[in-house]
């Protein structure tokens, strides 16, 4: 069932077909690509040669229960925004740029989508931020083998706060593990009392993230 297929993506910075880098940005639940998008322009206002794809999600939700609940119960919203995902990541190959130039980042359930598709499709990227999310589906749930140095090469930088009221801790500390299982790098910024938002570190380490990217060979 397609349920995302054929949302808006707003594109920014570089045309992809000149670019160095891409970020793909995912917006949060009730959110909009113009809200991610503009968090991805901050991130490379010093950087001329990144592209940015923000898809829309279908009445502003890529899946319709928490991230905790059980996978089948955000069926079959969750597969359509793992293909739209999978979409982008396409078409910024086909123009040339590999995987290891594409950033899979969101915030909050964009966040846990960006996760998610990293884990279910591990390859060394260009990176990969998750801000106040975490991998879907309830705590413990087991995933699929995948070789212990997947994501070899592979940043995975996940912010949080210690009291997101959407965002376990545990659920952060148990997403950190399971990419450093896989041979990601992982940086993992616990914030006290920060609330369910994006701070200036966060910033800071997302501007990191797609310069490395661009600078890359």
């Known amino acids: 069932m397609k349920i995302h297929e054929g949302q808006h993506v707003l594109r920014g910075g570089t045309p992809l077909h000149t670019a160095r880098a891409a970020v793909i940005l995912l917006h949060g639940r009730g959110a909009s690509a113009e809200d991610i998008l503009s968090l991805g322009e901050q991130a490379i206002e010093d950087l001329p040669c ?6 829309q999600a279908s009445g502003s939700v890529w899946y ?19 293909g739209v995902v999978a979409g982008l990541v396409r078409e910024v190959e086909s123009v040339g740029l590999p995987a290891a130039k594409v950033v899979l980042a969101g915030f909050s359930q ?19 931020l998750g801000l106040s ?22 940043d995975v930088y996940l912010g949080c706060s210690d009291r997101d009221p959407h965002i376990p801790l545990s ?8 990419f450093h299982r896989i041979g990601a790098a992982v940086d993992k910024a ?11 570190e966060e910033l800071a380490e997302f501007q990191s993230l797609v310069s490395a990217a661009a600078a890359s060979a």
């Open 64 to 82: 319709p229960q928490r991230f905790l609940f059980p996978l089948e119960q955000n069926e079959p919203h969750l597969t359509s925004a793992l």
């Open 133 to 154: 999310g975490a991998l879907i589906g309830p705590p413990g749930a087991p995933r699929g083998p995948q070789g212990a140095r997947a994501m070899a090469g592979t």
């Open 110 to 128: 964009g966040a846990c989508l960006a996760l998610e598709y990293a884990a279910r499709n591990p390859r060394a990227y260009g990176g990969v």
């Open 171 to 178: 659920s952060v500390e148990e997403t950190a593990a399971y």
């Open 190 to 200: 616990i914030f006290p009392g920060m609330g369910h938002t994006v701070n200036a």
């Open 50 to 55: 990144v592209s940015l794809l923000a898809p």
